[in-house]
């Protein structure tokens, strides 16, 4: 079955950075666009980045642009967010998604915190 995975998230200071990745299973990856979310506490889950199947396109959240960089290796079946120069209003758990065969798929996140 199609799983997501999550990893590297924790504690950095404000102007720090951190790589997340996003380890995939269970679907043709390479076939797939993928993205990541994040949700703050009391705050609805947003859209950070996303990354078309060949990772030739991305977009990006206005409040990220200029510091995270989202990229996939199609051959390790994984997908990661370089963040940064982060603020403390990066604070989040940040999900990996991808929808497959028109279902949505989340991974169980990863928790992000800013703070000095």
């Known amino acids: 079955q199609v799983q997501l995975m999550e990893s590297g998230g924790g504690l950095v200071q404000p102007g720090g950075s951190l790589r997340l990745s996003c380890a995939a299973s269970?679907?043709?990856?390479?076939?797939?666009?993928m993205s990541w979310y994040r949700q703050a506490p009391g705050k609805e889950r947003e859209l950070v980045a996303t990354?078309?199947?060949?990772?030739?396109?991305?977009n990006y959240a206005d409040s990220v642009k200029g510091r995270f960089t989202i990229s996939r290796d199609n051959a390790k079946m994984t997908v990661y967010l370089q963040m940064n120069s982060l603020k403390p209003e990066d604070t989040a758990v940040y999900y990996c998604?991808?929808?497959?065969?028109?279902?949505?798929?989340w991974g169980q996140g990863t928790q992000v915190t800013v703070s000095s």
């Open positions: 998604y991808s929808q497959v065969i028109l279902r949505k798929y």
């Open positions: 269970g679907f043709i990856f390479s076939r797939h666009t």
């Open positions: 990354i078309t199947s060949g990772g030739v396109s991305t």
